[in-house]
């Protein structure tokens, strides 16, 4: 993005080394842990092959280090295990335990299986199993909120790991190997603070050192706090913060002591913003979204958070763009430093403010892909420098780095329920920035969700219109993924809807859905009977066009059914509908399904002659890919005539064509693309259109 180049002079930098990151102490921990993954199970013992993973817990307070001591597990063993590791966290920052449909899906993208749009819980772990079966991975799972989720993830191989973070124990799950974390040993305490301070400050008063560390109570995340701000302020000595620990009350635990203290000695809109971050969706920030939190410049909360990270309040991440973590453990203590010091109202504006910045920023994303035209690129001159992105590649890396972030926004905005209007306009512009990005079939998965939750806000609100238009996605998502039965229940109560809005478009869309759902079901009389009522809908308001369509998808019915005089009535009114609108190509496929239906009807002299006008308008239409497919079906007709050597001239014909177009227009020309070929198979027919 164009504000990515903005000067951050000023901002101060991380003051941790390097090193910081690397993972200490916990060295008994580690090899307790390595000695379980050897040691027997219990259905070894006895004589059984172990039925499931082996599962090892790491147990601990958020901010014990518990992820960091289960990482660095992983990280050594990883070796073991040649299928991969695979990683999931299963609640939300903020506590909100993660559905398990959604962690399962996340598992087998990383194992690279696809997994259809809207799928049940139990499909996808069953999907998931399936998946590992016979393989030797490793699973992280990280943030476990109880024994349900992890218990539903575990695969049925025997030789996968499964290593689970949680606060406590994993109840009903058979054989789990724990390690309950506790404080940091005083050594190790002191060695994170020096990894922090530097070693001059710790070793001329060691003492300090460790009267700090005990204040800490050897409790990671504390230290960490404390070391970062000692890291920013070079002139304080180790003693006075331990001096004012110990005087901290000592009603809370050391992490929320030793962040109130780092947030009362911050300036007053630095604290401010800090406050305000637990409000980022995911636990994910970058500078947009603290500016429009904390209603500041972006330079300002740029700024901000680089401050952030170097006082460990925030993790930055790896990542094309400038995006930092929010630690689990320190999220429910903003969310409580900002409801005792900041009025509901300020909140809500601030989540206001946020939800407003990002539907600004998917509408730059949009538009930066729509610049062919002088009023899209006029529009988007009218955006925000700030919000603008200087090329579609750049907007496409923002759209898939903050993609969770996005995703959890939607799911935010709508959960608060008092921002409906937000919440609506920032849903159709993130499904318009991803249709235009990443195509809807490829984000069906992230798409499905997003139409339920239009569909919840829809029934909330009494919107008819887009209570509609909600289950008409989300039918053409079930229908696609063959479940029918169910796109078919969607589309009726969408028909349902569209009545009460007095919406003719929604209502004539469902009506021709729910007859592809009858004719995918194979129940051709009602699928007709339902095509029958969506073209006089079509006919009573002149679309002549789409009425002509119609006229096809009944004939394609009766083709099905046997009925063939019908069906070549119902084709004859298609072809004589595409003529007098003038659409050439589809009054010749139209002439090509007649022929196609009287070759079915026996009747192959007449299928010669009409086959032979359907190529004469395909050769007006200009449409080489559809005149080589009837010069083929010309070839085949006269075949079952006994005329070989005229068949071979047609196909010799048809091949010439297509090699044709395969080599490419003449140099100067430009390139025409082919049009789709229309009922090619007429069992590829659905009810309505992916782009809706």
Known sequence: MTDQAVDTEGARTPAQPATADQFLGRTRELKELRADIERAGLDTLSGRKAPRARVLLVAGRPGSGRSALAAELVREVAGRYPDGVLRTALAEPDGTPVPVERAARDLLSALGVDAPAGAAEDELTEALRTALTGRRALLLLDDAPGAAPVDALLPDAPDCLAVVVSG??????????????????????????????????????????????????????????????LASHPQAAVSDLAKRLHAEPDDSTPLARVLRLVHDLLPGGAARTLRLLHLAPAGLVDPHTASALAGCSLEAARAALAEFAALGLLRPLDSPLPEYAIPGSLHPLLRALAESQDRPG?????????????????????????????????????????????????????????????????????????????????????????????????????????????????????????????????????????????????????????????????????????????????????????????????????????????????????????????????????????????????????????????????????????????????????????????????????????????????????????????????????????????DADACEIRSASSDD
């Not at 724990?178 to 060691?206: A, H, I, N, Y």
């Not at 006229?551 to 009114?573: D, K």
């Not at 192959?604 to 010069?631: G, K, M, Y």
């Open 168 to 229: 406590g124990p994993l109840t009903g799950i058979a054989d789990v190997r724990p390690c309950t974390l506790g404080g940091l040993d005083t050594k190790s305490s002191v060695e994170l603070l020096t990894r922090w301070t530097g070693s001059v400050r710790v070793t001329v008063d060691p003492r300090s050192a460790e009267s700090l560390a005990e204040a800490c109570q050897g409790h990671p995340a504390a230290l960490t706090l404390a070391g970062g701000w």
């Open 346 to 678: 300020e909140l809500q504006l601030a989540r206001a403010r946020m939800l407003e910045r990002t539907v600004r920023l998917l509408q730059a994303c949009r538009a930066i892909t729509e610049t062919d035209s002088p009023q899209a690129r006029e529009k988007l001159q009218e955006m925000p420098q700030a919000v603008r992105f200087a090329a579609p590649r750049d907007a496409a890396e923002w759209l898939r780095v903050r993609r969770p972030a996005l995703l959890a926004a939607v799911r935010l905005a709508v959960a608060d329920g008092e921002l409906d209007t937000l919440a609506r306009r920032l849903m159709s512009q993130l499904v318009r920035a991803v249709a235009a990005h990443i195509g809807t079939q490829a984000a069906a998965p992230d798409l499905y969700g997003v139409h339920g939750l239009v569909l919840d806000v829809a029934e909330r609100r009494g919107l008819h219109r887009e209570k509609a238009a909600a289950l008409l996605n989300l039918g053409d998502l079930d229908a696609q993924t063959g479940r029918t039965h169910d796109a078919l229940a969607r589309y009726r109560a969408a028909l349902d809807a569209g009545r009460l809005a007095g919406d003719p478009y929604a209502t004539g869309r469902a009506m021709e859905s729910v007859g592809g759902a009858h004719q995918e079901l194979g129940d051709h009389d009602r699928a007709a009977d339902w095509f029958g009522r969506a073209l006089a809908e079509r006919l009573a308001r002149g679309e002549r066009t789409e009425a002509a369509r119609l006229y096809g998808r009944i004939a394609v019915t009766h083709t099905y059914a046997g009925r063939y005089g019908e069906a070549l009535r119902g084709w004859r009114a298609a072809a004589a509908g595409y003529r007098k609108e003038g659409a050439v190509a589809a009054h010749a496929r139209a002439l090509s399904e007649v022929a196609r239906v009287q070759e079915y009807a026996g009747r192959p002299e007449e299928s010669l002659r009409t086959c032979q006008e359907a190529v004469e308008w395909a050769r007006r239409a200009e449409d080489t890919r559809l005149q080589a497919a009837l010069q083929l079906r010309l070839a085949d007709t006269l075949d079952r005539l006994g005329d070989p050597t005229a068949a071979l001239l047609h196909r010799a014909a048809a091949e010439r064509m297509l090699n044709e177009e395969a080599s490419g227009p003449a140099s100067g020309e430009p390139e025409k693309g082919p049009e789709p070929e229309q």
